[in-house]
Structures are given as structure tokens and as C-alpha cells.
Nanobody, 118 residues
Framework: QVQLVESGGGLVQPGGSLRLSCAAS????????MGWYRQAPGKQRELVAT??????????NYAGSVKGRFTISRDNAKNTVYLEMNSLQPEDTAVYYC?????????WGQGTQVTVSS
């Protein structure tokens, strides 16, 4: 079972930035898809961004609401995925979850709170 531990959440003012980290352990595959999802109060969990690396290259996918503001990256040597979040807005407030997916193996982190407020 893959374990995921998120960090980097917190309180930030509108227009500010945060970087989330997700450290993975326990039988990691370099070809797995990793990503970030978020869940705001009273709403369903939604995709934020995913990243997949192979011998051909790296593919990134973003939700329309974060495209151009958020950047997902991955350091396979450290088994860590990052989410750089810029120009944060109150509507970005949510619990952010890290996700690992390889075949039928799916793992979730415990989540980290991001609050955007003045």
C-alpha cells in the first residue's frame, strides 16, 4: 500500500501563493499517475491537476479553473509531487488531497487545508 503525506497548506491572502508537497512511500512506480484533488465544504471532491511520466515524456492535466495559475511537478528521485499555486482566490479554499494511481492501485493522502482569505 502506497502511503502519501501532504504538507504545505495554510492561510494565505487573495493573490498569494502556496506550494503543496506530497511525499510518497511504499512500492512507488515511476510510471504511476499522481495528482491533486480538492474538496470544498458542501462540494464534491474535484480534480485539480495530474502528472504522468514515461520514457516518452511528461503529461500534465489541469482543471480549467486553475490552468495558468497552478503548476504540478514531480521529483521521482524523492518520490514527491508538488503543486505550486499562484494568484490564489477565495474559491480555491478547500482541503487538498494527494492521489496515486497505478493500475488498480489507488491511494489517497490525509489532506491539507488551504484557506484563501483576507
Amino acid at each position: 500500500q502506497v502511503q502519501l503525506v501532504e504538507s504545505g497548506g495554510g492561510l494565505v491572502q487573495p493573490g498569494g501563493s502556496l506550494r503543496l508537497s506530497c511525499a510518497a512511500s511504499g512500492g512507488i512506480s515511476g510510471s504511476a499517475t499522481m495528482g491533486w484533488y480538492r474538496q470544498a465544504p458542501g462540494k464534491q471532491r474535484e480534480l485539480v491537476a495530474t502528472i504522468f511520466s514515461s520514457g516518452i515524456g511528461t503529461a500534465r492535466n489541469y482543471a480549467g479553473s486553475v490552468k495558468g495559475r497552478f503548476t504540478i511537478s514531480r521529483d521521482n528521485a524523492k518520490n514527491t509531487v508538488y503543486l505550486e499555486m499562484n494568484s490564489l482566490q477565495p474559491e480555491d479554499t478547500a482541503v487538498y488531497y494527494c492521489n496515486y494511481r497505478f493500475g488498480d492501485r489507488v491511494s489517497w493522502g490525509q489532506g491539507t487545508q488551504v484557506t484563501v482569505s483576507s
